[in-house]
């Protein structure tokens, strides 16, 4: 993940596929018989679908930016706080054999002394979505890495009640009863944040918002023509 024609490949080929698939489940939908066992059954399991699409979209395109921004060889002192933070925890997770007092005079050392030192982003791992990915841990997860998440926080109650309540009760062998009028419209809600997610990541990776005084639409050094 070099570049950022490789990220934004990898963000649309995620997208694409499934996009791909939820579109057919809704066709699968449609062509049920209105207000039968066979679609509201459809519609139950639907939603499930619709969450792990959510969850593993974001997750996906997440840890695709991170791995875009560790290979980017920067230092600590270019990059944005959150970076610098996400380096440094994981360089003091792994100072093993030492107290917890030791470990926090460590890490204050690293963030006074290691500025020019380069970020060890520990992008192989990804993120961690925690498997219920409410708009809290979503949000929290778009600051750690410098992303504006304010265009999508009226969407927190279609997040955590529409969907992630809505599929942990049906997951958990409860009835809940939805119709198909209200599956497609969370089918499209679903769709448009998933949509948010790909241009608001295309879009930092492209004004180098990863850096700590990147300008807003100024290209990352590294991407331009040698």
Not at 138 to 167: H, M, N
Request: aromatic share 8%; glycine share 6%; net charge neutral.
């Amino acid at each position: 993940m070099r570049t950022i024609g490789e990220l934004q490949d990898s963000l649309d080929a995620d997208l694409a596929w499934r996009r791909s698939e939820l579109h057919s489940y809704l066709v699968s939908v449609r062509r049920s018989s209105t207000d039968s066992v066979t679609q509201r059954s459809l519609c139950r399991a639907g939603v499930p679908l619709l969450y792990a699409h959510w969850e593993g979209y974001a997750k996906h395109s997440l840890s695709a930016y991170i791995h875009f921004v560790g290979r980017r060889r920067l230092t600590y002192r270019e990059l944005h706080p959150g970076f610098v933070a996400l380096g440094i925890e994981a360089e003091a997770d792994a100072q093993v054999g030492i107290s917890a007092t030791r470990k926090m005079i460590w890490r204050t050392h690293a963030l006074l002394t290691r500025d020019s030192d380069r970020a060890s982003i520990p992008w192989r791992k990804g993120v961690d979505t925690q498997s219920n990915l409410n708009s809290s841990r979503c949000f929290e997860l778009f600051a750690l890495v410098g992303l504006d998440a304010s265009p999508i926080q009226l969407k927190s109650r279609l997040i955590d009640y529409e969907l992630l309540r809505v599929r942990n009760e049906i997951a958990h062998g409860q009835y809940l009863s939805v119709d198909s009028a209200a599956y497609e419209e969370l089918h499209q809600e679903v769709l448009s944040i998933l949509a948010f997610v790909r241009n608001t990541i295309s879009t930092a990776a492209e004004n180098g918002a990863y850096r700590r005084s990147a300008t807003p639409g100024s290209p990352d050094p590294a991407d331009l023509p040698t």
